[in-house]
């Protein structure tokens, strides 16, 4: 199936400091549209995230999935239904694979997933993060900046 891998914050949601608490999430009323025409036009929706303020020790996963959750019920107010969020938790200095621009959470979806890679794209408010990210899997990227 084709899908949209979209970045979380910057892009779906502002951007505030290693969010997690679900009283600061505002979702930007121009990516619920970009959300739904993509969603319309046959996409399926997975979120690729950056999730540093965990293994930082700002927040939990479990306060993370909370706010994930609260997200996913505004969207799906909208009739957005987002089929997963990949995230990474590591701090950058960890070198981990999962954290964007390496291709880790690309490799998960794609074990859990059938992805028709030539029809999907990626879409992020970073070129130096979720662009590359594109570029090393090999998927158009769109840049959306609010």
Do not use: W
């Amino acid at each position: 199936m084709k899908t949209l891998f979209i970045d979380r914050d910057g892009t779906i949601n502002k951007d505030c400091p290693y969010c997690h608490n679900p009283s600061d999430l505002f979702i930007y009323p121009d990516a619920v549209d970009l959300l739904q025409r993509y969603q319309d036009d046959g996409f399926r929706i997975i979120i690729v995230t950056n999730q540093s303020g965990i293994g930082r020790g700002y927040f939990t996963e479990s306060q993370f999935k909370e706010f994930s959750d609260f997200m996913n019920d505004k969207l799906k107010e909208n009739g957005i239904v987002i089929s997963a969020i990949y995230y990474c938790p590591h701090k950058p200095e960890d070198s981990c694979n999962c954290r964007k621009p390496e291709t880790g959470l690309f490799s998960e979806v794609l074990e859990d997933y059938k992805v028709d890679i030539p029809s999907s794209i990626v879409v992020g408010d970073r070129n130096e993060i979720d662009g590359e990210f594109a570029r090393r899997i090999k998927l158009p990227f769109r840049l959306l900046r609010h």
